[in-house]
């Protein structure tokens, strides 16, 4: 059981590093495109357009698809519950990433949260 | 711009959005149930159960809802900040507990609803913490 539990726990956390890599390349993608100013349907049209013919946001689209199988087989092991809660540690992964892959400045609040997601997915764990 | 003026229509978009997004884990979960007594344990029976998977319509209705929250969410957003509509948004945290409990019949720990908890409050904080740094940036 405990066994059982420790293969879960890891395939969660690859579901949420995939969740991550393929936030971080449609992040790079979008920031490469420097989209700003007025919102209307033309520019959010070629915005898409734009998007879609770079190579990274392929890769993203990928990346999700290899997330969402491994997430299915999570799903026919363990409990609803338990795997939604634990998916939460994506926050802990992009947050990383954005600290220390995109050189963001995090707020003091943003630890704090950060460490009750951790926190939290200890105890979920433990029961 | 900062927007946070937070309408009764934003409102029900907001809690749409929690609806679906419970809906779109609990497809999901009844999906990978369509092969519950399949086991997995190595590559070749992944891709078997996969295709199994691929094949129930609970997962085509998930895929289907993640379009729509899509389209929902970014209405949100066009609207109101991000820092105010997550934490109205993680409700989700407590209804996929809840529907887990009643339509799935899981048993959850009075520890594991602490963990939910903590979970709910750091990713309330994670979202204001954003909204911070905008001010500051201004």
């Not at chain 1, 950060?114 to 029961?127: A, C, D, M, R």
Request: proline share 2%; charged share 15%.
């Amino acid at each position: 059981m405990r066994e059982g539990l420790l293969i879960t726990l890891f395939m969660i956390s690859l579901t949420s590093l995939c969740d991550t890599v393929n936030q971080l390349f449609l992040k790079s993608a979008i920031d490469s495109l420097n989209f700003g100013g007025k919102f209307n349907f033309i520019r959010i049209f070629k915005f898409i357009f734009q998007l879609l013919i770079k190579p990274r946001v392929w890769l993203s689209f990928v990346f999700s698809v290899i997330s969402l199988c491994i997430w299915l087989l999570v799903l026919s092991r363990a409990d609803l519950n338990f795997a939604f809660s634990a998916d939460s540690m994506h926050y802990i992964f992009i947050a990383l990433a954005s600290r220390f892959i995109l050189k963001e400045k995090f707020s003091c609040l943003r630890w704090i949260g950060t460490g009750l997601i951790v926190t939290g997915i200890v105890f979920v764990s433990l029961s | 711009m900062f927007k946070k003026k937070v309408t009764l229509k934003i409102l029900l978009l907001l809690l749409a959005s929690d609806v679906l997004e419970t809906a779109i884990h609990f497809f999901f979960k009844k999906g990978a149930l369509t092969r519950a007594e399949f086991s997995v344990f190595d590559l070749p029976s992944a891709f078997v159960f996969l295709q199994a998977v691929f094949s129930s319509p609970f997962l085509w209705a998930a895929l289907l809802t993640v379009v729509a929250v899509f389209i929902i969410w970014s209405t949100i957003l066009s609207r109101i900040d991000l820092s105010v509509a997550v934490p109205i948004a993680s409700f989700s945290y407590i209804l996929v507990p809840v529907v887990s409990v009643i339509l799935l019949h899981e048993q959850i720990s009075a520890l594991r609803w602490t963990g939910i908890l903590l979970i709910l409050i750091g990713v309330i904080l994670v979202s204001l913490s954003s909204k911070e740094r905008t001010e500051q940036g201004k």
